[in-house]
Nanobody, 132 residues
Framework: QLQLVESGGGLVQPGGSLRLSCMTA????????IAWFRQAPGKELEGVAC????????TYVDSVKGRFTISRDNAKNTAYLQMNSLKPEDTAIYYC?????????????????????????WGQGTQVAVSS
């Protein structure tokens, strides 16, 4: 079955770190741009970080700039979201998405498109909870 599989979520104290992973199953990551979205309780889906297929263009929502880093390892068919200095407001379900169509001309456009149907693949989500 072709899918994205996320892992790495959990409960962490404020100021702590987590690294989320997004691995492809049944297909190769290389041709795909990658996005991380999150949805906090009672809030809309939000684009957190996006990375182009070549790994040289990325964008972040303002609230995570300087704290989160998106990356990819095509040899491992895995994308990552390194999250440092976590805050309670980072608590959410985090989803990764992948797309290889030309609909997104920039990573900014990709992160602004928080609709599951716009992506080739969408993961099942991993819960991140930041609390003392």
């Amino acid at each position: 079955q072709l899918q994205l599989v996320e892992s790495g979520g959990g409960l962490v104290q404020p100021g702590g770190s987590l690294r989320l992973s997004c691995m492809t199953a049944g297909f190769t990551l290389e041709p795909y741009a990658i996005a991380w979205f999150r949805q906090a309780p009672g809030k809309e889906l939000e684009g957190v970080a996006c990375l182009n297929r070549f790994g040289d263009k990325s964008t972040y929502v303002d609230s995570v700039k300087g704290r989160f880093t998106i990356s990819r390892d095509n040899a491992k068919n895995t994308a990552y979201l390194q999250m440092n200095s976590l805050k309670p407001e980072d608590t959410a379900i985090y989803y990764c998405a992948a797309d290889r169509t030309p609909r997104f001309t920039t990573v900014q456009a990709m992160c602004a498109t928080a609709r599951v149907e716009e992506y080739n693949y969408w993961g099942q989500g991993t819960q991140v909870a930041v609390s003392s």
